[in-house]
C-alpha cells in the first residue's frame, strides 16, 4: 500500500513536501514515481527516481523547482516542491514499479490514493 501525505492550499512562489510511504513492501526495491493530474487534463508525469541507481527524472515544468528523494528507513519516498506556481494545481499521486513501464510508460500495479495540491493566492 502507498500513502500520500503533504498536500495542501499555498501562496504562488510557497513550498510543500510530499510523502509517498509504503507498507507492505519494501520501497527501495521499486523506482517511485509522482505523477499529478489537474481537472479536465491528463494524467502527467512528474519525477521519477530509479530503485538501482538512484537515476533522476523530471518533467521540463518542473525542473529546477521540485526534487525527488528517498528515506529508506522511513520507506518513503518525498517530493520537495519550490516556487509552487498556480499550475502546479492537481492531486498528486505516487506509484511504484519497474523503472521503464513506470518513469517510462507511466504505468504501474501499485498507486496512492493522491494528495491535493492548490496553489493560489
Known amino acids: 500500500q502507498l500513502v500520500e501525505s503533504g498536500g495542501g492550499l499555498v501562496q504562488p512562489g510557497g513550498s510543500l513536501r510530499l510523502s509517498c510511504a509504503a507498507s507492505g513492501f519494501t520501497l527501495d526495491d521499486y523506482a517511485v514515481g509522482w505523477f499529478r493530474q489537474a481537472p479536465g487534463k491528463e494524467r502527467e508525469g512528474v519525477s521519477c527516481?530509479?530503485?538501482?541507481?538512484?537515476?533522476?527524472y523530471y518533467a521540463d515544468s518542473v525542473k529546477g523547482r521540485f526534487t525527488i528523494s528517498r528515506d529508506n528507513a522511513k520507506n518513503t519516498v518525498y517530493l520537495q516542491m519550490n516556487s509552487l506556481k498556480p499550475e502546479d494545481t492537481a492531486v498528486y499521486y505516487c506509484a511504484a514499479g519497474s523503472w521503464i513501464r513506470l518513469c517510462l510508460r507511466g504505468v504501474s500495479d501499485y498507486w496512492g490514493q493522491g494528495t491535493q495540491v492548490t496553489v493560489s493566492s
Open positions: 527516481i530509479r530503485a538501482d541507481d538512484g537515476s533522476l
